[in-house]
């Protein structure tokens, strides 16, 4: 094959590629590859063109805008082409547009141009015409030339007056505008998609499409669609200013929603700082942006500077860094997080996107790896925009090996070896050795030491991150084991604050069984549950051996809690570590066997401030003699127990005829029962 061979095939290979994506993008709604890997393929065949202009064909992608319309809709001609804008990736283009722009209109250097600065919105451009001020047609850009007619579907967005506002309008007025997907509609909308089954969009770019080319405008109705507009194309039937930001002023004035961010700057440094200004706030903003415009505000200047085949001179698109780029899934590692879930995240080949080197990516749970069908050795588009966790979009199937596997969630944990819970329905899978597992060593013994579960005054969050950093204990059983030299080494500690803490520790060895229970972090097993648990096994053992189903015959607990119950009790490192806190000293009163409780099967509310006992403790008097503690009122509450400054639970049970009993009145009934 010679040169001219080679190079015919290299310039073939990138018209086919890229018609293929703009198919896929503009018919089918369905990109195939994220902007930058387009822009790039595009800038390639410019400068393989540019090298050999004897091989430009008309149909060449640089000689259009790009797309093709829809063969559902009818097709408008537009009366002055839409056309596409040249691109700048960086400070050195732009500088360049600036110069090519005062050498051609014979101006000094030093003088400075006036420039339009306006926000590159990430939406379809549309081209909407209004006769007398009633807008009577809309059309997509299409190829620049010819467009979809979608005049049905743009009359049901909002923002787009039907008629125009004032009285001095033209005639005939054509407007170019932006219409896009709102950030915060464009998550609310997949979020619902994605529960009712429904396709969801890769991006808000897509979802404005999507929207746009509905066949049934109640569907697009129910899109929330924004439109900025930009630009004048036809018009007749008035005098318009002759300078480009005066025009936005009058659209604005018609009633024509336009950006509230369009600047003017004198000069292209000023240019610059409204760049930089707006990637600073990209991300605060309600739409997506994927760069900014500048335009000459001079229409006398733009006639003179005029076009080239597909774009304005005297205008620009200024890209950001981009936001998505492809890259290949290396690996894939299940983090643990402090509360034993379990996190994906997928090691990267490194790829520049969004303005910094991204080599990791969350993957969020196994049901978004299932979804998107990810594996590793899988071409992947990634996503990162400003300081947001980068995230995976989506698999570029057609580069997928022919020899991946999809991913599933392990069996154990990768840190220490516990069973893998993951209940049916929820998204979140978690390691079940709580008590056990380095990663959540601290929250699991700040959750021991709480005031519900071993009470041990002193033990705050800063000193159990002391205790764990320092390597003094590994897990709640070391807290027993601690030497008064050692505490009283801490930083902020001394020898009176560790005396303390040693005391607190061993008054907390005697303790009941509903608290040693709760104690444990069983997930899901709260204050009255763990009372239950107590209640009905009596000791410690014969609830370690208890099944699924003895479990599920208690009325606090179901089968999600007894799942995690057992779960729990068949690792055999916790069955361990009880039984050293036991060995330490850990202890509780047998309870008694005298039958059902007194209050067994009653429901109480506790509310306000009581003078004799706090409410916690009043709480575990009503639990140790069978009742539930409920924090809302309902008519099947049995009583509320009100103290002083009683609000809202109080007012309700009044309402609802439920039973109210001071303070006084519970003591009393409390001795009665003791009896």
Known sequence: MNNTQETNYQLQKLLETIRKYDYHYYVLDEPLVPDAEYDRIFQELKALEAKHPELIT??????????TPLKAFATIKHQIPMLSLDNAFSSEDVLAFDRRNHERLNLDEKEKITYVCEPKIDGIAVSLIYENGVLTQAATRGDGVVGEDITQNVRTIASVPLHLSGNNFPTFLEVRGEIYFPTEGFIKYNKTAEKSGEKIFVNPRNAAAGSLRQLDPQI????????????LGSVTGISLPEEHFAILEQLKAWGLRINPEIRLAHGISACLDYYQDMMQRRSSLAYGIDGVVYKVNSLKLQKELGFVARAPRWAVAHKFPAEEEITEILDVEFQVGRTGALTPVARLKPVFVGGATV?????????????KDIRIGDSVIVRRAGDV????????????????????????????GSDIVKIEGEAIARCSGGLYCS???????????????????????????????SKLIQNVADLYTLKFEAVSNLDRMGEKSAQKLLAA??????????????????????????????????????????DQTSLEAISDVGPTIATHITTFFRQQHNLELIKKLQELGIHWPKPENSGPKPLSGQTFVLTGSLQNMTREEAKEKLLSLGAKVSESVSKNTTAVIAGSDAGSKLAKAEKLGVAIWDEEEFEKKIREMAK
Do not use: M, W
């Not at 008309?58 to 797309?67: E, M, Y």
């Not at 698999?395 to 069996?411: A, Q």
């Open 58 to 67: 008309p149909d060449s992608p640089t000689q259009r805008v790009s797309g």
């Open 220 to 231: 697009t109705a129910k899109r929330p669609l924004q439109i900025f507009c930009y630009a």
């Open 359 to 371: 080599s990791n990516a969350t993957l969020h749970n196994i049901d978004e790896i299932t979804r």
């Open 389 to 416: 966790i980068p995230e995976l979009v989506s698999v570029v199937l057609e580069r997928r090996p022919k020899d991946s596997k999809p991913l599933h969630l392990p069996k154990h944990c990768p840190i220490c």
């Open 439 to 469: 990663a959540q060593r601290k929250e699991s013994i700040k959750h021991f030491a709480s005031r519900a579960a071993l009470d041990i005054t002193g033990l705050g969050e800063k000193l159990v991150d002391q205790l764990v950093d």
């Open 505 to 546: 520790l061993e008054k907390s060895k005697t303790t009941t069984l509903a608290r040693f229970i709760y104690a444990l972090g069983i997930r899901e097993v709260g204050v009255v549950t763990a009372e239950s648990l107590a209640n009905h096994f009596a000791s410690i053992e014969n609830l370690a051996a208890a």
